[in-house]
């Protein structure tokens, strides 16, 4: 018994030596300066700016939707508006909102989760709820349920059904609304509402409202049940336009605004003549601010001649081929997009209070809820024309008109706010996009160039990106079966008519 003791006390100094060894080891290996768990205040502030950024840059919004939607046309280098998509716009869309976004706000709803702070988790919830919407209203049906699970060795998702994918996030942000706790556990980093959990609350509701419309023609049943709670009179929506979920951009690089950033190389991007008509029949007041007036007279031949009837807000049609674009004239004689939102701090918009508006309209004219239909509409286009600082009397001046003062009704509910929806969403790309293609209005002609991609017709969807038929082929190739080819034409399933 003693000689066992005896090994034992060799051997015990011995083993703690090699652990002590181990532990040095260790230490040397480690860089006491990087941290192993990231603040979720630096990747609040990170997630938001960079996914914003990425909402409003080049592929999604300015060389996709606000050229399809007809804000914008190209006057260079016209593909895109021809409808003739880059595969590199689709990948980083896709690997930008993936990669980067949703994982970051993935962590942060789990750190939410692991330190006990409500707050940070629905903050977590709401965002990453956004950009999963972005996702499936540019792609239809995506990986959802099973995305964000490396960590569970899942790297070939599924793809989940446009219908589950927006249950989710109706189901996700009504979570996150309940989780909000104003006298609760402060979250830092938040350069959208600096931390106001108030505001969080209502966005969180506002954007249910939004993704509850969206399915109106596909599920009304659900739409209905999320409406009359939504809209019951208690539940804290948007009231003015201080509640405007935006980002806004400084003016020092690298937190400037992407159309700045694009400004400073190229100039390739005009206003649309579709807008610059329907905003000139209206006497719209935010034409001046939508565009800048045209630098120089217009072109007097050709077969895109100008000035039109604009007079000195001259937009440019969509489709041009890059030689009808370089007949149309020199670029001084077109309107550039305005310079409110060309400025490094122009705000990054994710929703208004005009559109909770609109939406309260549309749902009283499809007989959701009782009201009066009219009055939210004039009171969508009061609250729009006061993000731009429109005086009272050139609001006044505005509705008064019969052209914009219109009576809303069941029949014509789709034509009179999709019109003025679609002019208060200027400059939100990927959104005015989904509302022109579920409400259909207003009557555009979509690009008609011989070279245009989508066979005479609106682009309703973004192709998938190439690397996932290498990736993740399998679910890919299922989604395709299910929901249709993976072509721009392809409808979503949100989208009926």
């Not at 066992?4 to 006491?32: H, M, Q, S, W």
Request: glycine share 8%; hydrophobic share 40%.
């Amino acid at each position: 018994m003693f000689t066992r003791y005896r090994k034992l006390a060799l051997v015990l100094p011995f083993a703690l030596a090699l652990g002590a060894c181990e532990k040095g080891l260790d230490a040397i290996g480690t860089n006491p300066n990087n941290a192993t768990v990231g603040n979720p205040a630096y990747v609040l502030t990170n997630a938001q700016r960079s996914n914003v950024y990425r909402l409003f840059d080049i592929p999604v919004n300015q060389d996709g939707g606000l050229l399809i939607v007809q804000h914008w046309a190209k006057a260079q280098y016209t593909e895109e508006d021809r409808y003739q998509f880059r595969d590199g716009s689709y990948q980083s869309i896709w690997d930008g909102f993936y990669a980067n976004g949703l994982q970051d706000f993935n962590y942060l709803v789990k750190q939410g989760e692991t330190t006990n702070n409500p707050n940070l988790q629905a903050v977590g919830l709401i965002m990453r709820s956004y950009f999963f919407s972005v996702l499936t209203d540019v792609y239809g049906d995506i990986p959802y349920s099973q995305a964000l699970r490396l960590q569970e060795n899942i790297i070939t998702p599924k793809y989940d059904r446009q219908e589950d994918v927006y249950k989710g996030l109706l189901a996700d942000l009504k979570r996150a609304s309940s989780l909000v706790d104003a006298s609760g556990s402060s979250v830092g980093g938040d350069i959208i509402y600096g931390g106001d959990m108030d505001h969080w609350k209502r966005f969180a509701n506002s954007l249910r409202l939004r993704l509850a419309m969206r399915i109106s023609d596909a599920n009304e049943a659900l739409t209905r049940t999320e409406v009359a709670e939504l809209l019951n009179g208690t539940t804290p929506l948007f009231r003015n336009n201080a509640d405007n979920a935006e980002f806004v951009f400084l003016a020092a690089t690298p937190n400037t605004n992407p159309i700045y950033e694009n400004r400073l190389t190229r100039d390739d991007h005009r206003v649309s003549r579709s807008l610059t008509t329907v905003l000139s029949r209206l006497n719209d007041p935010r034409l001046p601010i939508y565009a800048n007036p045209a630098e120089c007279a217009g072109p007097k031949t050709g077969n895109f001649a100008g000035p039109d009837s604009t007079g000195l807000y001259r937009g440019i049609p969509n489709g041009l081929t890059t030689a009808n674009a370089n007949a149309f004239g020199s670029l001084c004689s077109s309107s550039k997009v305005g310079s409110y939102f060309t400025s490094a701090e122009a705000p990054g918009v994710l929703m208004t209070y005009a559109e909770v508006l609109f939406f309260k309209a549309e749902a009283i004219a499809r007989g959701y809820i009782t009201g009066d239909a009219s009055a939210e509409y004039r009171n969508a286009i009061r609250a729009s024309l006061g993000q731009y600082g429109i005086d009272a009397a050139g609001v006044t001046a505005y509705l008064a008109q019969p052209s914009v003062n219109r009576t809303i009704t069941a029949a014509n509910y789709r034509e009179v706010i999709g019109t003025q929806k679609w002019i208060a969403l200027y400059g939100q790309g990927v959104e005015a996009w989904s509302e022109f293609r579920r409400l259909d209005y207003p009557r555009l002609s979509p690009a008609k160039s011989p070279a245009a991609a989508a066979a005479g017709k609106f682009p309703v969807r973004f192709r998938y990106p190439t690397n996932e038929q290498s990736v993740n082929a399998a679910s890919r190739a299922e989604a395709v079966a299910r929901q249709g080819a993976d072509v721009i034409s392809t409808k979503l399933w949100w989208d009926k008519f």
